[in-house]
């Protein structure tokens, strides 16, 4: 990688514990999953706090190139509507949702469907999401991007087995258009692990938001052919972009208070409460009309406890996690991530190079990483065009004077505007 010094943003450092309340955007998990479910369904649909980020955008263009319609309404919600489904071009860029949710879709348009991305994505795995479309009666050509869905208009459905240790997206992607299909589908993971499955619970809920009637069982889905309905979807902020946020407070031993905290959720960044609370954090969730704010105090600075922790289901957070784990007192293990090497990047790698080409100590597992907490130095973090690597930079930056970020600016792939949101919670 190539890093230009007019790509490197200076991470604020926080010479004092920072105190700050961040709102937090939607959830792009969940907006995307909406946006799906609207485009498939028998009538109109409305998704009110809607993520608006690269991810997003790139969702919301690849269905309204397949056809269905977008419209901004004036309190800012998005009116979906559902139309026949025609071939097109899909750009995904670097989202995972937009390459293996929309496939599926594709496979119920009238035409061919051509699928490209970023050049990063072309080494993303699509085999299972394609040779199970296949296996399913669906025309494709090509194993990654970029490929193509010849689509006929309608997909016979039926069972099919799947191998989805290395994304839960595969499942949620095939359960999304599975209703749609003639004879509806019914998913089976043959892999030994399966990361990430609070995303697949996130998927059942918002089908039985819709609607549909999901019969699961160990390591199997099914649904029948059945109508999704249209409805109005409220979107929750998105709990892993507000992690990072909450590690703030970890690791300058300050308070960080995120609003609209949901008092129940299918989010795996949720998780984070119980991570910093075992990490030495006091966490709160208080109660504030309708809704919540959730509150992290953080303990003084550099009495923060390692931590072992499986984080085969919320590998979204581990990034955020490792950030903190350099600051704490002792060792921490970060376990059950192998699959996190086919992510935007390969984050285990990226993570062991970058802390410690800052004078830190990360091994790097089979199926984790190990951080022995050593004093840092300044440098230049690589984004690698991750946008949770980038926001790891800027938590080490806040302990850490001279941190460099390459690419800040990825971050708007999910939480547009953070370098601002950054600045004003350090206070400068």
Known sequence: MIVRMTDLWPAPFAPAPVTHTQPVPGSKSMTNRAFVLAALADGPSRVVGALRSRDTDLMRAALEALGAGFSDEADGAIRVTPAPLHGAEVDCGLAGTVMRFVPPVAALAEGTVLFDGDEQARARPMNTILDALRDLGVEVTGDTLPFRVSGRGRVPGGAVSIDASGSSQFVSGLLLAGPRFDSGLTVRHTGATLPSAPHIEMTVAMLEH??????AAENSWSVDSQPIGGRTWIIEPDLSNAAAFLAAAAVTGGVVRVPNWPAATTQPGDAVRRILERMGCEVELHAAGATHVLEVRGPQRGTLRGIRVDMGDIGELTPTIAAVATQASSPSELTGIAHLRGHETDRLKALTDEINKLGGRCEERADGLRIHPTPLRGGTWLSYADHRMA?????????????????????AKTLPGFADMWTDMVGV
């Open 391 to 411: 926001t790891a930079g800027a938590i080490i930056g806040l302990t850490t004077h001279g941190v460099r970020v390459d690419n800040v600016a990825t971050t």
């Open 210 to 215: 819709a609607g549909v009637t999901v019969r």
